[in-house]
């Protein structure tokens, strides 16, 4: 924004523009700070679903349990101007809301599912007639787009990170709750659950060996590369609050335990694209001096709205 347009910003709280992929749709955008440049002034600013999940209402106690992450958003969002759009199927789970603010809801539903969100907002005229959160089992399409290098990938490099690994996790889920001598419960809870009388076997078909009184779930093979040197594995405890079945928190410990037990290999790409890449979309990048072969979602896009193009 150049100096000249400053007078028609003053008084400004919010930006609109239509959505670079669906003109059907609008992306607005409550503005945060105004900071002078050399080019006049740089705004920052906050999709407004962000800024209502904030400060909007709050959700003051809601147990939900064997329910689909779509009728859970639908908890989140009673009361707000937001509502569920478009919500693929998930598996059942269970999450406890208590006193949380609705993107606290969220976040927790986002831990619970494995499932991606999207925000659309539809205009009739100049008014708002619609907010939708949509969820995603998985955002994007398979594009079959090339990215080599040199040509049309300006920067890809490889990095290597250790921090945070560990072969060995003890799950602990929710608070026991308590009960008064009457047997009615105190709304207090006591220890959290753990999978210790769940048993795992590779023989029946589960992925490691867990046994009855085992606390920890360990991946030898990752003990035996990363683990320190006298044998002993690298041990978290993990905590999922809202988790109350020990065989669900002994998988959920466990798939936490896959990702985190071997060395975090990220590539990171820039792009020039004059196309419509969407977040989630999945392109191909090479590098071939460095051998850089792979697949990769798209997790950031800039856009230049006036020029039309990525």
């Known amino acids: 924004v150049d100096y000249a347009s400053l007078d028609a910003m003053e008084g400004v709280s919010f930006v609109a523009h239509k959505d670079a992929v669906n003109a059907n749709t609008i992306q607005m955008y409550k503005i945060l700070t105004s900071v002078p440049d050399n080019q006049g002034m740089a705004y920052q600013a906050v999709h407004i679903v962000h800024d209502d999940m904030q ?34 199927q998930t598996e059942p789970g269970s999450v406890h809301f208590y006193d949380n603010s609705r993107q606290e809801c969220i976040a927790k539903i986002l831990d619970t599912w494995d499932v991606e969100l999207a925000y659309r907002i539809v205009f009739t005229g100049n008014r708002i007639t619609g907010r939708y959160i949509d969820l995603h089992a998985r955002r994007g399409v398979e594009t079959g787009r090339r990215y080599a290098y040199g040509r049309g990938a300006l920067e890809v490099v490889r990095e290597e990170s250790q921090a945070g690994l560990y072969t060995a996790a003890i ?33 029946n078909g589960d992925p490691v060996d867990k046994p009855a009184g085992q606390e920890y779930v360990e991946i030898p093979e990752m003990t035996a590369q990363f683990g320190y040197s006298d044998g002993s594995p690298r041990m978290k405890v993990c905590v999922y609050q809202d988790i109350e079945d020990p065989a669900i928190l ?61």
């Not at 400060?55 to 329910?67: K, P, T």
């Not at 936490?256 to 890449?277: K, M, W, Y």
């Not at 071939?288 to 193009?309: A, C, E, H, W």
């Open 171 to 203: 799950g602990r889920g929710k608070g026991e709750q308590k009960f008064d001598d009457g047997g009615d419960a105190t709304g207090g809870f006591g220890r959290r659950i753990n999978f210790a009388d769940v048993v795992w076997s590779k023989a």
């Open 55 to 88: 400060s909007y209402g709050y959700i003051r106690e809601r147990a939900l349990g064997g329910v689909q992450a779509g009728a859970a958003l639908s908890v989140a969002l009673e009361g707000s101007r937001w509502q569920v759009g478009q919500a693929d």
């Open 250 to 310: 002994l998988k959920k410990t466990y798939e936490d335990l896959l990702v985190n037990s071997r060395p975090l290999v990220q590539f990171r790409a820039t792009i020039t694209e004059s196309g419509n890449l969407e977040l989630g979309d999945t392109v191909s990048i090479i590098r071939k001096d460095l051998g850089i072969y792979y697949k990769t979602r798209v997790f950031r896009v800039k856009r230049d709205l006036l020029g039309g193009s990525l």
